[in-house]
C-alpha cells in the first residue's frame, strides 16, 4: 500500500512537471488566451476523465498535454467508441466522422443515423462552446480542436439547413478568427496538414466551397462571409 502511494504520488509529481515543460513549449503571450495555471478545471464545463487521465490510461494525459482541456473532454467522450483513438489522430478521427458519416450518400440508413445522434450526444455542447470563446476561457493549444468541432457543427446546420444555430456558429467562429495573428492561425493550420487537409479537398470538390477549411486566416474569415451571404443572407431576402 506505501509502495502504491508513494508511486501515485511519484506519477502526479512527473504529471505536473511534464505540464510545465509542455507550457513552454506552447507558450503563448496572446492575451486573448488563458494560461494553464488560470484555468480552473473545477468549473470546467465538459466530462473529463480525471482518474484515467492522470495515470495516463490510454494517452489521456498526452491529448491533455497537446490539446488541453478541451482535447482532454473530447478524448474522454469517444476513448470508448474509438479505441483506436489516440492524441496524434483525434483530429483526423474527427474529420473523417464528416464525410463518412454527415456527408456520406448513405448517411440516412437507421445504423449511420444512430452513430450520427451518438456523436452529436457526446460533441461538447455549442452553447456551452460559445460561451468559453465569449469569456476567453480557451488556451491557444485548444484552438485546433475547438475549430475543428465548430466545423463540424457547422456542416451539420448546413445540412440540416438550420439556418439559426448556422448563424450563431459563424458569428462565434467569427470571434474566434479575431482572437489570432495570421502567424497563430498559420499555426493552428499546421494541425490540418496531410490527411485532414485531403479530407477537406475531397470535401469541397464533391459538394462546393462552402465545405472548404481555409488555409490562412485572410480566407477564414472570406469563408465565413461567404456561408453567411449564400447560407443565411440570401435566405432571409
Request: overall charge positive; glycine content about 2%.
Amino acid at each position: 500500500m506505501i509502495a502504491f502511494a508513494l508511486g501515485l504520488l511519484r506519477h502526479r509529481l512527473e504529471f505536473i512537471h511534464e505540464i510545465e515543460i509542455e507550457n513552454e513549449n506552447i507558450s503563448n503571450s496572446n492575451p486573448n488566451f488563458m494560461k494553464e495555471q488560470d484555468m480552473n478545471f473545477r468549473l470546467y464545463p465538459f466530462y473529463i476523465n480525471w482518474k484515467k487521465l492522470e495515470t495516463n490510461e490510454s494517452s489521456y494525459f498526452r491529448a491533455f498535454i497537446k490539446f488541453g482541456y478541451f482535447g482532454a473532454s473530447i478524448y474522454s467522450s469517444f476513448k470508448e467508441k474509438y479505441p483506436s483513438l489516440r492524441s496524434d489522430n483525434i483530429l483526423y478521427v474527427l474529420s473523417n466522422f464528416i464525410s463518412e458519416y454527415l456527408l456520406n450518400e448513405d448517411s440516412k440508413d437507421e445504423v449511420s443515423q444512430k452513430i450520427i445522434k451518438d456523436f452529436f450526444e457526446k460533441i461538447p455542447n455549442l452553447d456551452d462552446i460559445c460561451n468559453l470563446i465569449m469569456k476567453k476561457i480557451i488556451m491557444f493549444k485548444e484552438v485546433p480542436i475547438i475549430l475543428l468541432v465548430l466545423k463540424i457543427y457547422e456542416i451539420k446546420y448546413m445540412i440540416q439547413k438550420n439556418n439559426f444555430e448556422l448563424e450563431k456558429i459563424l458569428k462565434i467562429e467569427y470571434l474566434l478568427g479575431t482572437y489570432l495573428t495570421n502567424e497563430e492561425y498559420n499555426e493552428v493550420y499546421k494541425h490540418y496538414e496531410g490527411e485532414i487537409n485531403r479530407i477537406f479537398r475531397k470535401l469541397v470538390k464533391e459538394n462546393g466551397r462552402e465545405y472548404e477549411l481555409p488555409k490562412a486566416k485572410g480566407q477564414y474569415f472570406n469563408h465565413i462571409k461567404y456561408v453567411y451571404k449564400k447560407r443565411i443572407k440570401n435566405e432571409k431576402k
